[in-house]
């Protein structure tokens, strides 16, 4: 189906532990995103992509490392997983940053716990 | 840099009655976008409702409805006719309309979010 995918939808996983979370969209969107959502926070933004081998850093990329080597994919990865990256993960993405297209789609969410 | 400020974490309101959320911006930029979400028990992240900055005219979606004041730096959302499946945590969003190179000014910043209670 078209659209924008996240998996897994749920994580466990330990303190020192590397996730990846994987973001797919079938678009052909330029722009993605990473969010995380957490109480008290609303949603800060991780990291983008601009396009495929252009990402940069958003509000709180500390902890996170991002590639992009496919137009369609985003994957986030945790390397080494913290208590404090217990949260729920958005990965969005937009057509453009020129007028309506620069609507973001938002995935459904990962929720990942760290123990 | 920008932010987005929800004052409101909690309100309720009857259904079929109105309900007004709060939402303020600080920028320095002259044009911008402004955005509503919503987010239900599902989680998904849904658009309500979107204003551009250079447009006078207030953004409406069915009962749905905006507040711009631009002077003011303000951004309310109405909600008239509640439903039931209003139910959920309303963010409020800004995206700049500048770009400036590799996208960097397209990333869209969130407000901490109203969670809205629909009484019945």
């Known amino acids: 189906d078209a659209g924008i995918t996240q998996s897994p939808r749920y994580k466990i996983t330990e303190t020192g532990r590397q996730v990846t979370l994987m973001c797919h969209q079938t678009w052909s969107h330029s722009y993605m995103f990473w969010y995380r959502q957490d109480l008290g926070h609303g949603l800060r933004l991780i990291y983008y992509s601009a396009a495929a081998d252009i990402t940069d850093k958003g509000e709180v990329p500390d902890g996170y490392v991002v590639s992009r080597s496919k137009t369609e994919n985003f994957p986030l990865t945790l390397e080494s997983a913290t208590r404090s990256q217990t949260s729920v993960y958005f990965c969005?993405?937009?057509?453009?940053?020129?007028?309506?297209?620069?609507?973001?789609?938002f995935g459904e969410g990962s929720r990942l716990t760290v123990l | 840099a920008q932010t987005v400020t929800q004052s409101q974490p909690e309100m309720s309101v009857q259904e079929a009655e109105t309900v007004t959320l709060s939402c303020t911006y600080d920028?320095?930029?002259?044009?911008?976008?402004l955005f509503w979400y919503k987010q239900p028990p599902s989680r998904q992240m849904i658009l309500v409702i979107r204003?551009?900055?250079?447009?006078?005219q207030n953004a409406t979606e069915n009962r749905f409805s905006v507040n711009f004041q631009k002077a003011a730096k303000s951004f309310s959302l109405k909600i008239s006719d509640s439903q039931l499946g209003d139910a959920a945590m309303y963010f409020c969003a800004y995206r700049s309309s500048t770009p400036l190179g590799g996208g960097a000014t397209n990333k869209l910043i969130f407000g901490t979010g109203t969670l809205l209670a629909v009484q019945p």
């Open positions: 920028t320095s930029e002259s044009d911008y976008y």
């Open positions: 969005a993405s937009s057509e453009s940053i020129l007028g309506r297209k620069r609507e973001l789609f």
């Open positions: 204003q551009e900055a250079y447009k006078q």
